[in-house]
């Protein structure tokens, strides 16, 4: 069987499979289909300062291949999750990738900065910058949407996070240009990228003819849109691979419910890969999709994972 | 493990019209072992090709720990949409993918008291296993069944045989009393004496459930019924506000610390026209100015 | 039965529904299941100055509920088109909606005024500028990527198109403001516009580990993207109602394969659907769109199919 | 409105394994009644509930223009993905949503000259109906069947009563000659002296054959099997670059100016591992700078 570590950074971990934020809570739920051990890590649903009672219903609303989501990033705020959350997942021996945001830049500091003396922070194995967040400052426009502020909060996380610990920002695909916010986030220090977040949708509610979602707009996740997944990790790649962005590592998310799904993100340059929608479908998608995409490496004669990420750029003829 | 709940690729054994609706029997073996009345299933529709890819969930209706062919259980289903259609075409031997038992049951006295059962539509499909539960401890065991219309009502025969007295409302006089059922609880209340009133049926159904029962000096305990994503509490979909012991209400996972709540603990106020507010007061509600 | 007529600026159509370009040819290969004078307007597969063999197969693949296309605008040029095309669409009485494009701005207006003397141009209701193809003046970006760009190509093309008919631009959705993309439109002249076109998606082929088309990218259409193409309609028509926009119709298209799909983007606020990819599915479905969705107006009881257009705006909480 | 296609409902009513793969005959009342061999049908997969939007194209193997049931239709489904896997799946009785007959059949010669049918794997399906058509119209025709091994030749004993003989090959020798139908079609050709090879297989094979055919004189027809997103002539999708009577190259449909096309009109040096280029001599080729 293939070596399935990958490295994050200075951190490796035993295989490159997650859950995705918010599509796995924080882990009590899903250890009781596999043991939450068994991921590469855990990605912890994203922890804001104060608990939050995120947006009224219906959050959600079932799409084509999809679905559309509003949660509002509902949370016990960061307290709680030092003290009860992050200590379970380090007893359950999980590796976890924390999930921070802020409604501003300064908050996303103040959360690290609790983040770091909570007594679970030894299993922390990175932190993930959520900047596909609305920015409060900014009338409310996601700070993903715009390098300024995208750098200006991934300048702070770092700062915060020690040294040795990859910080990852979580960007949204909701742009013209992911190469240009991918540069700003590693130019303000970010270890690597995690691509992507949902897409912004609206379904209709043809019933009472108004939006189906109480909050009108959701974020579209699940296999719909496993394809602009892949190409946001592509697109990144292409830059690093022609010089035009630091080499950093990528984590793939977005529409992966099987390992061929998550080997698609793996050969367009994902050295990591999170499972979210296809948990809702299947509670052991995360583990199950591990061991299907070690089947798959093996299949096509690989000794070692590393050998696969980026491969399908360097099979496609020039064009 | 397990922790209560496993997901099995069963097969379908039964599917037979019952009114409007269809009543499916299921092995899935490991469910029906750790069931108790109140808590559901979750289905996977559309098979390996399927564009629907979340579950869809149904109260256990029954449940039979062994049998010839291992643990069944039965759901009624109401076939309204995409998924439900796909489930009520299936036919016998289709393997059907489960995930359960689902949430909290419904909570059963210490004490043989009387108690009312009240279901609305296919609301009533968990009702008569409660039924029978409660009367295997002793209580004394009425039934409130209401629908629309007649085809709408699921198990009034039954319902004769898990409890000791059945009473039906619809809405357009087709079966029993016209009317809801909330207009005849109250006398049934009153003359059974009973103390807990269990209800399960549509939102509205249950907001004046709790409110006779309460009128009546009676704990009403409700199972609801939210759009749910995961339907195993990860996803946050399928919150609704609930005030808690602390006196403070949140907006918690009716997947999991639900779908049963005390009716009284639950904030209809926020509820209106489809929409669940979060009310003002509720931990970490927006406030003016952001969080 | 609802009366089903719509405008599009001083253009008056019996129906709203469409074809979508590049999804239906021109008119011949459809006619065999339906006519095509049914429909309110045909959408003629975009046309530009010159032949182009399109790109390298495969051009296709199919995705969860969609599919990623690269075809490269194959098509014979404008002369050919006016020639064979247009005539023929003309003599079967269709109302034509020309979607035009070029390589430059400057290539627009030659098509434009080519098609302007074309002997079928009576039948033509409206052009569409395909602004969401790459600039080749502009290191291949997407026109409508750009508010400068676009503003430009749609002068061009108004200037060159007779007053009396409508000039729709047909935006891409992979923007991270489409709002400006559309107001830079309107500023220019457009008398609407027309959202959305293909998501940019990648499909990795997980036997070969390589793109699966030999373009590498593709266009991401289909019943997978419709939430999004209902937020583009949604997001233009609430900015056009808060008075940031000018009002002016929009024509929305993107993943409809019902009528109640069709419905879910008139109320979000458009005044015409096209149906694109589901005509693979099925053939005669602009057809059956149409008549799904008069079904469905008469359902809700409204007596004209404009008051359902924008609708959802109304039947909205404040948030 | 037709024009000589139809989209239907139909209606499976036999499935059976044939080696390696199914034999569908499925009820598809106006799709036989205007088909000729080469022509295909497209189906869709997934049912109402699926993610998988597009048709699959199927040859016609068979057609029965009327029967008990009305006209049926016959195809050879290898089960190779989603959709094929679907289809093999489905049981009698089951809806098919079927649409044509689609593409140009194989032309069929002026005079009764001798022919040589080839087919490579489920590739020989539409051979069987050719070869009767031919002899009906007085030609001598021998199948050349070919596959990788014996489980994946199709239609030997049909061939022997459809054709006047039949040779076989496999690459791993199980039946038949081992080796390529290339390896013994030279020979077929002189021996019969045929004027006319036609060919339905994977591409490698279409090439050879067509190569083959031209250095014995024949005119070969091959029915090519591109990717087809609508299988109809609306999308584009299913190009591939092949030689006009005016003698330039365009990127044509196949699943409207073909699935058949004279094998020496196709560019095959386009071709290269899965990938066609577009032939800088191409009508619109790119060219260096823009177009
Ligand atoms: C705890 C619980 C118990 C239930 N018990 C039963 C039962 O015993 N019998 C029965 O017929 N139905 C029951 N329902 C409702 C049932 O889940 C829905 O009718 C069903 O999900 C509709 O699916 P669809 O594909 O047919 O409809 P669609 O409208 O296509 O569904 C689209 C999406 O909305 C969700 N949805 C639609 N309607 C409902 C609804 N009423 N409640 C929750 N989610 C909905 C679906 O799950 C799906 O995600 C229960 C729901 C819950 C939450
Ligand atoms: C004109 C024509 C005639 C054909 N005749 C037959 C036949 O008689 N018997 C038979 O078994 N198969 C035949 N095929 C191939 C058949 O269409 C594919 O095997 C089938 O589409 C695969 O679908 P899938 O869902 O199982 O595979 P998937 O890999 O899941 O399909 C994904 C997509 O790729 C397309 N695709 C995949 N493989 C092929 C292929 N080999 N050719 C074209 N498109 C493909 C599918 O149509 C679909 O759009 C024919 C194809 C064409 C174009
Ligand atoms: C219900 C739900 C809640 C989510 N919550 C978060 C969150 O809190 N933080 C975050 O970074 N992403 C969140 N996401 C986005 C996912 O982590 C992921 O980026 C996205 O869903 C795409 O992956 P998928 O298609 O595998 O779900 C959420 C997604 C869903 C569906
Ligand atoms: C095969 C294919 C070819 C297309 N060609 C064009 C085109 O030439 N011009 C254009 O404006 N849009 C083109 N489109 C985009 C469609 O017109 C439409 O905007 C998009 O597919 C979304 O709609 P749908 O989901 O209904 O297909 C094409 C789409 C497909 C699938
Ligand atoms: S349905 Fe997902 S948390 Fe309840
Ligand atoms: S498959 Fe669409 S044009 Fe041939």
Same mark, same amino acid.
């Given at each position: 069987?293939?070596?399935?570590?990958?490295?994050?950074?200075?951190?490796?971990?035993?295989?490159?499979?997650?859950?995705?934020?918010?599509?796995?809570?924080?882990?009590?739920?899903?250890?009781?289909?596999?043991?939450?051990?068994?991921?590469?890590?855990?990605?912890?649903?994203?922890?804001?300062?104060?608990?939050?009672?995120?947006?009224?219903?219906?959050?959600?609303?079932?799409?084509?291949?999809?679905?559309?989501?509003?949660?509002?990033?509902?949370?016990?705020?960061?307290?709680?999750?030092?003290?009860?959350?992050?200590?379970?997942?380090?007893?359950?021996?999980?590796?976890?990738?924390?999930?921070?945001?802020?409604?501003?830049?300064?908050?996303?500091?103040?959360?690290?900065?609790?983040?770091?003396?909570?007594?679970?922070?030894?299993?922390?194995?990175?932190?993930?910058?959520?900047?596909?967040?609305?920015?409060?400052?900014?009338?409310?426009?996601?700070?993903?949407?715009?390098?300024?502020?995208?750098?200006?909060?991934?300048?702070?996380?770092?700062?915060?996070?020690?040294?040795?610990?990859?910080?990852?920002?979580?960007?949204?695909?909701?742009?013209?240009?992911?190469?240009?916010?991918?540069?700003?986030?590693?130019?303000?220090?970010?270890?690597?990228?995690?691509?992507?977040?949902?897409?912004?949708?609206?379904?209709?509610?043809?019933?009472?003819?108004?939006?189906?979602?109480?909050?009108?707009?959701?974020?579209?996740?699940?296999?719909?849109?496993?394809?602009?997944?892949?190409?946001?990790?592509?697109?990144?790649?292409?830059?690093?691979?022609?010089?035009?962005?630091?080499?950093?590592?990528?984590?793939?998310?977005?529409?992966?419910?099987?390992?061929?799904?998550?080997?698609?993100?793996?050969?367009?340059?994902?050295?990591?890969?999170?499972?979210?929608?296809?948990?809702?479908?299947?509670?052991?998608?995360?583990?199950?999709?591990?061991?299907?995409?070690?089947?798959?490496?093996?299949?096509?004669?690989?000794?070692?994972?590393?050998?696969?990420?980026?491969?399908?750029?360097?099979?496609?003829?020039?064009? | 493990?397990?922790?209560?709940?496993?997901?099995?690729?069963?097969?379908?054994?039964?599917?037979?019209?019952?009114?409007?609706?269809?009543?499916?029997?299921?092995?899935?073996?490991?469910?029906?072992?750790?069931?108790?009345?109140?808590?559901?299933?979750?289905?996977?529709?559309?098979?390996?090709?399927?564009?629907?890819?979340?579950?869809?969930?149904?109260?256990?209706?029954?449940?039979?720990?062994?049998?010839?062919?291992?643990?069944?259980?039965?759901?009624?289903?109401?076939?309204?949409?995409?998924?439900?259609?796909?489930?009520?075409?299936?036919?016998?031997?289709?393997?059907?993918?489960?995930?359960?038992?689902?949430?909290?049951?419904?909570?059963?006295?210490?004490?043989?008291?009387?108690?009312?059962?009240?279901?609305?539509?296919?609301?009533?499909?968990?009702?008569?296993?409660?039924?029978?539960?409660?009367?295997?401890?002793?209580?004394? *065991?009425?039934? @409130? +069944? !209401?629908?629309?219309? %007649?085809?709408?009502?699921?198990? =009034? /025969?039954? $319902?004769?045989?898990?409890?000791?007295?059945?009473?039906?409302?619809?809405?357009?006089?087709?079966?029993?009393?016209?009317?809801? *059922?909330?207009? @005849? +609880? !109250?006398?049934?209340? %009153?003359?059974?004496?009973?103390? =807990? /009133?269990? $209800?399960?049926?549509?939102?509205?159904?249950?907001?004046?459930?709790?409110?006779?029962?309460?009128?009546?000096?009676?704990?009403?305990?409700?199972? @609801?019924?939210?759009?749910?994503?995961?339907?195993?509490?990860?996803?946050?979909?399928?919150?609704?506000?609930?005030?808690?012991?602390?006196?403070?209400?949140?907006?918690?996972?009716?997947?999991?610390?639900?779908?049963?709540?005390?009716?009284?603990?639950?904030?209809?106020?926020?509820?209106?026209?489809?929409?669940?507010?979060?009310?003002?007061?509720?931990?970490?509600?927006?406030?003016?100015?952001?969080?």
């Amino acid at each position: 069987m293939a070596d399935m570590t990958t490295a994050l950074g200075a951190t490796r971990l035993p295989n490159p499979v997650m859950t995705a934020s918010g599509c796995a809570a924080n882990g009590k739920e899903l250890h009781r289909f596999f043991p939450v051990s068994d991921l590469g890590a855990f990605t912890t649903k994203t922890v804001m300062r104060d608990p939050r009672s995120g947006r009224p219903t219906p959050r959600m609303a079932e799409t084509d291949s999809g679905m559309l989501n509003s949660i509002g990033l509902q949370g016990p705020g960061i307290e709680t999750f030092c003290v009860d959350d992050l200590p379970w997942l380090a007893t359950q021996g999980a590796r976890v990738l924390v999930s921070v945001a802020g409604g501003t830049a300064e908050e996303f500091g103040e959360v690290v900065d609790r983040l770091v003396t909570s007594p679970g922070w030894p299993a922390v194995v990175g932190v993930e910058a959520n900047i596909s967040c609305p920015n409060v400052a900014n009338r409310g426009l996601v700070f993903a949407c715009d390098p300024v502020s995208s750098e200006r909060v991934v300048r702070i996380v770092r700062g915060r996070v020690p040294a040795g610990t990859p910080v990852f920002a979580k960007l949204t695909p909701d742009v013209t240009d992911v190469v240009a916010i991918a540069s700003a986030a590693l130019g303000a220090g970010a270890t690597g990228l995690t691509m992507i977040n949902t897409l912004l949708g609206v379904v209709v509610d043809t019933d009472r003819l108004r939006p189906r979602l109480a909050g009108v707009t959701g974020g579209l996740s699940g296999p719909a849109i496993l394809p602009v997944a892949v190409r946001a990790v592509w697109q990144v790649t292409a830059a690093m691979r022609a010089g035009l962005l630091p080499r950093a590592p990528v984590i793939g998310v977005g529409g992966v419910r099987t390992g061929a799904d998550a080997l698609q993100l793996v050969a367009a340059g994902a050295s990591a890969v999170q499972v979210g929608t296809a948990t809702f479908n299947d509670p052991s998608a995360p583990r199950r999709v591990l061991a299907e995409l070690e089947a798959e490496i093996d299949r096509h004669g690989f000794d070692r994972f590393a050998d696969v990420v980026g491969i399908a750029h360097e099979r496609t003829a020039a064009p | 493990m397990s922790g209560g709940v496993v997901r099995v690729t069963g097969e379908l054994i039964a599917v037979r019209r019952a009114g409007a609706y269809h009543h499916l029997t299921v092995v899935a073996p490991g469910v029906a072992e750790l069931a108790h009345p109140g808590q559901f299933v979750a289905l996977a529709v559309g098979g390996p090709t399927s564009a629907n890819l979340l579950r869809r969930c149904f109260s256990l209706h029954r449940v039979k720990p062994s049998g010839t062919y291992g643990g069944t259980v039965d759901v009624v289903v109401s076939a309204v949409g995409a998924g439900t259609r796909w489930l009520t075409a299936l036919r016998p031997h289709d393997p059907v993918d489960v995930v359960g038992p689902l949430g909290r049951a419904f909570p059963l006295p210490a004490e043989p008291v009387p108690c009312v059962l009240v279901g609305g539509g296919y609301g009533s499909a968990p009702l008569f296993w409660l039924a029978e539960t409660l009367r295997e401890r002793g209580c004394h *065991v009425e039934l @409130v +069944l !209401g629908a629309a219309s %007649e085809d709408r009502l699921f198990g =009034v /025969v039954e $319902g004769r045989r898990s409890a000791d007295a059945v009473h039906v409302t619809t809405d357009d006089g087709s079966a029993g009393t016209k009317g809801w *059922v909330s207009d @005849v +609880l !109250g006398e049934v209340i %009153e003359r059974t004496k009973a103390s =807990v /009133v269990y $209800g399960c049926g549509p939102m509205a159904m249950l907001r004046s459930v709790t409110e006779v029962a309460a009128a009546h000096g009676a704990v009403a305990q409700v199972a @609801v019924e939210e759009s749910m994503a995961c339907g195993i509490g990860v996803c946050m979909t399928c919150v609704l506000p609930v005030t808690g012991a602390d006196g403070r209400t949140r907006m918690v996972r009716s997947c999991v610390e639900g779908p049963v709540f005390r009716g009284d603990r639950v904030r209809w106020d926020a509820l209106d026209g489809g929409i669940t507010r979060v009310p003002d007061d509720a931990v970490g509600a927006p406030r003016p100015g952001g969080h």
